[in-house]
């Protein structure tokens, strides 16, 4: 996409939204040329899924002479366990802790940098196994011990839900991580600052605003198709 055709989308897709909403731009497979541009045209955040990815884009970006420090950068993809170091580096938010072993991996990595990372638990709300995140019913254990590290702050909740379809059909997943992130409010865990709930992506943002999001996390509908070739 020319830097115009992304200008025009974000600029009209940011102005549709409420404004309490933060419009993370999911950047995986994007140049930086286009990374770039959709900073320059007022996007606060960028997501990547992969660590690797970031760091590449991050170095480029910086390279070219933008502050990458403008914007803040989003982990929405799954962490592994040897790529925490790393990631503790490059993001401001961790969206995708779903166990214990990660958290506890994040939270060494960030008493050693000495930092406190803001972090989403994700959640696996069409309890398909193929996906990633925390089953339902055990998100509030995972909640309360990631709670007890003290270098991670949990915010809130994210959940991916289908990526395809009438987004109609989305909205049981939103709802059951809205009610959820709720209860777990209701349970008042000390050492957390519940208000983020991440849900939403290009079919699916306005039905998620609908059921509760207040991060959204949009790739096609700002870039275009991806190519993955
Ligand atoms: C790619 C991706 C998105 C955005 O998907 P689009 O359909 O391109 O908007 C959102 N969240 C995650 C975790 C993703 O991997």
Redesign the pocket.
Known sequence: MNPDGLKDHITSILSSLPSHVLL?A?A?TRNAEEVRAAIDAGIQAI?Y?YVQEAEDIRKELEKGGTRISRVRWHL??HLQRNKAKKAVHLFDMI??IDSNRIAEAVNRHCKAAGITMPVLIEINSGEESSKTGVLPDDAPALVRKTAALKHLKVQGL?T?GP??GDPENARPYFRLTKKLFDRLKEENIPNIDLKYI?M??????RQAIEEGANII???????GE?DYS
Do not use: C, D, Q, W
């Not at 939403?200 to 943002?205: C, F």
């Open positions: 993370v999911a995986k997501g899924n929405i993809g969206e995708t994210m991916m990526r395809f991440s939403g992506m290009s079919n699916s943002y996390r949009i790739g096609t509908k700002l870039f991806r």
